[in-house]
């Protein structure tokens, strides 16, 4: 019809058209690979129309072919919910990398977000979700975790936003992610393990543990996943693909551990000494790293991850182990002084041999600080008690947990003699046995405290009473 509107009028009164003669087919319509003939006037010189050039063909020919994936993204633009220490820590290594961080928090963190590069923060998580985040980081507390999860306006957001938590366990918000959020929602379980303290110097080396619980199959969805992954790459962490169940059973023994060990010592308000030779000053520091933490993070550690129930009975259990081997190592050394013999054919020549360096250890050791030796002897029986549970190197061990792993290695060369001598030689160390007897107690007894307090308050007061949000 173009063409024959075309050849009807001649060159000189051609009307104007408003838009180019050269047609183009609809975008949502192939490409054909034939020009239409336009019918030249009869005053115009006709010529027919030229073959298309090889570039021309080269274009027509990858216009045909499949489309080419879109290249993988490099920014994200990351919603934190729980802008606290820990996701202001985060927070500062994202916006480092280029992301844009749109962060929420109950408590007003405004002032701290205008001074962080790319950071906007958001008192209404309405607005939060409207400007569709790519990925929906929750760094909360694990006490508020599913409380949280249920404040987020998430019909505001895009249907496969990526959603991602940092809790140090994971069987529990894989969970609550499967059961809150839509299918088309995409969920990736992660576990810095470090944090503002052990990550202040940079994250290289240091082990992130993470799970794709749910990616979609596009390209767009893989593409994001792996932009979030790359944030942790960049930073040199030690990557580590892991399920949230294998996780909880290794995190037990290291992470539910180490704050246990350390609070039962911060229990005992032991006294660092400065003259201390022995190199048991890391204890302090593991006091010091632990109980820097909020007990809510230990209680949820214990409530939130099924194995520490059992650990906490094998400390017990071990403790007892400890202390038996001690008063049967104690009372064949007497009997030997009273009768000449133990009685216990078996414990004959350790009785000996143990009386032996004692008499010898009382002579060099008569100057020994009281302090410094009280402080290891409580070491050498932490490190008995460890050395019984038959602690293992595991591939997410913090740095705490590498402490008690010292710990158990330095007294597997000391011997039980030692142990048997500073016992001996220091006056009060029943009492230090029963301060270590008591501060376990208190710890456990405060964890199921906790515990019974939560379940009568469901029971009986205010049904899903687990509201504290400490961000």
Same mark, same amino acid.
């Given at each position: 019809?173009?063409?024959?509107?075309?050849?009807?009028?001649?060159?000189?009164?051609?009307?104007?058209?408003?838009?180019?003669?050269?047609?183009?087919?609809?975008?949502?319509?192939?490409?054909?690979?034939?020009?239409?003939?336009? $019918?030249?006037? $009869?005053?115009?010189?006709?010529?027919?129309?030229?073959?298309?050039?090889?570039?021309?063909?080269?274009?027509?020919?990858?216009?045909?072919?499949?489309?080419?994936?879109?290249?993988?993204?490099?920014?994200?633009?990351?919603?934190?919910?729980?802008?606290?220490?820990?996701?202001?820590?985060?927070?500062?290594?994202?916006?480092?990398?280029?992301?844009?961080?749109?962060?929420?928090?109950?408590?007003?963190?405004?002032?701290?977000?205008?001074?962080?590069?790319?950071?906007?923060?958001?008192?209404?998580? $309405?607005?939060?979700?409207?400007? $569709?985040?790519?990925?929906?980081?929750?760094?909360?507390?694990?006490?508020?975790?599913?409380?949280?999860?249920?404040?987020?306006?998430?019909?505001?957001?895009?249907?496969?936003?990526?959603?991602?938590?940092?809790?140090?366990?994971?069987?529990?918000?894989?969970?609550?992610?499967?059961?809150?959020?839509?299918?088309?929602?995409?969920?990736?379980?992660?576990?810095?393990?470090?944090?503002?303290?052990?990550?202040?110097?940079?994250?290289?080396?240091?082990?992130?543990?993470?799970?794709?619980?749910?990616?979609?199959?596009?390209?767009?969805?893989?593409?994001?996943?792996?932009?979030?992954?790359?944030?942790?790459?960049?930073?040199?962490?030690?990557?580590?693909?892991?399920?949230?169940?294998?996780?909880?059973?290794?995190?037990?023994?290291?992470?539910?551990?180490?704050?246990?060990?350390?609070?039962?010592?911060?229990?005992?308000?032991?006294?660092?000494?400065?003259?201390?030779?022995?190199?048991?000053?890391?204890?302090?520091?593991?006091?010091?790293?632990?109980?820097?933490?909020?007990?809510?993070?230990?209680?949820?550690?214990?409530?939130?991850?099924?194995?520490?129930?059992?650990?906490?009975?094998?400390?017990?259990?071990?403790?007892?182990?400890?202390?038996?081997?001690?008063?049967?190592?104690?009372?064949?050394?007497?009997?030997?002084?009273?009768?000449?013999?133990?009685?216990?054919?078996?414990?004959?020549?350790?009785?000996?041999?143990?009386?032996?360096?004692?008499?010898?250890?009382?002579?060099?050791?008569?100057?020994?600080?009281?302090?410094?030796?009280?402080?290891?002897?409580?070491?050498?029986?932490?490190?008995?008690?460890?050395?019984?549970?038959?602690?293992?190197?595991?591939?997410?061990?913090?740095?705490?947990?590498?402490?008690?792993?010292?710990?158990?290695?330095?007294?597997?060369?000391?011997?039980?003699?030692?142990?048997?001598?500073?016992?001996?030689?220091?006056?009060?160390?029943?009492?230090?046995?029963?301060?270590?007897?008591?501060?376990?107690?208190?710890?456990?007894?405060?964890?199921?405290?906790?515990?019974?307090?939560?379940?009568?308050?469901?029971?009986?007061?205010?049904?899903?009473?687990?509201?504290?949000?400490?961000?």
């Amino acid at each position: 019809m173009l063409s024959t509107l075309a050849s009807s009028h001649p060159c000189t009164n051609r009307p104007s058209l408003p838009f180019p003669l050269r047609l183009s087919p609809p975008p949502f319509l192939p490409l054909s690979r034939h020009r239409l003939p336009l $019918h030249s006037c $009869h005053s115009c010189h006709a010529s027919p129309s030229p073959l298309p050039n090889s570039s021309a063909s080269l274009s027509l020919s990858q216009s045909n072919s499949k489309p080419h994936p879109p290249p993988p993204l490099t920014t994200l633009k990351i919603a934190i919910i729980g802008f606290g220490n820990f996701g202001q820590f985060l927070s500062k290594y994202f916006s480092q990398q280029g992301h844009t961080i749109l962060a929420h928090s109950r408590s007003d963190y405004s002032s701290i977000a205008n001074s962080l590069d790319n950071t906007i923060f958001f008192k209404d998580p $309405h607005d939060l979700c409207e400007s $569709h985040p790519d990925v929906v980081l929750l760094c909360t507390s694990i006490l508020s975790a599913e409380k949280v999860l249920r404040s987020i306006p998430i019909q505001r957001l895009r249907r496969s936003t990526l959603f991602v938590d940092v809790l140090s366990v994971k069987e529990f918000p894989r969970s609550i992610f499967l059961e809150r959020l839509p299918p088309d929602f995409d969920i990736i379980c992660t576990h810095p393990m470090f944090g503002p303290e052990s990550g202040k110097y940079g994250w290289n080396g240091l082990p992130f543990v993470y799970e794709k619980v749910r990616i979609g199959d596009s390209h767009e969805r893989v593409s994001r996943c792996e932009a979030f992954l790359n944030i942790f790459k960049k930073e040199g962490c030690r990557m580590i693909d892991m399920s949230c169940k294998e996780h909880d059973e290794i995190a037990a023994e290291s992470q539910f551990l180490t704050h246990t060990v350390g609070r039962v010592l911060a229990e005992m308000r032991l006294k660092p000494n400065p003259d201390d030779s022995m190199g048991y000053d890391t204890l302090f520091q593991l006091i010091e790293n632990t109980c820097s933490d909020s007990f809510e993070l230990y209680y949820g550690l214990f409530m939130y991850n099924k194995n520490s129930t059992d650990l906490l009975d094998r400390i017990y259990a071990a403790y007892e182990e400890v202390k038996k081997d001690l008063r049967r190592m104690v009372q064949g050394i007497l009997r030997r002084r009273l009768f000449g013999t133990t009685g216990v054919g078996e414990l004959e020549d350790p009785a000996a041999r143990c009386e032996a360096f004692l008499e010898s250890f009382n002579k060099e050791m008569v100057d020994l600080n009281e302090n410094a030796a009280g402080v290891h002897f409580v070491a050498l029986t932490i490190g008995m008690i460890l050395a019984k549970l038959g602690l293992k190197p595991t591939s997410i061990a913090t740095k705490g947990y590498e402490t008690l792993l010292k710990l158990v290695e330095d007294i597997s060369s000391e011997s039980f003699d030692l142990y048997i001598a500073l016992f001996m030689h220091i006056k009060n160390s029943n009492e230090l046995l029963d301060q270590l007897d008591i501060s376990l107690a208190k710890v456990r007894t405060e964890l199921y405290g906790r515990l019974h307090d939560i379940l009568r308050r469901q029971l009986f007061d205010q049904p899903g009473i687990i509201s504290n949000v400490h961000n």
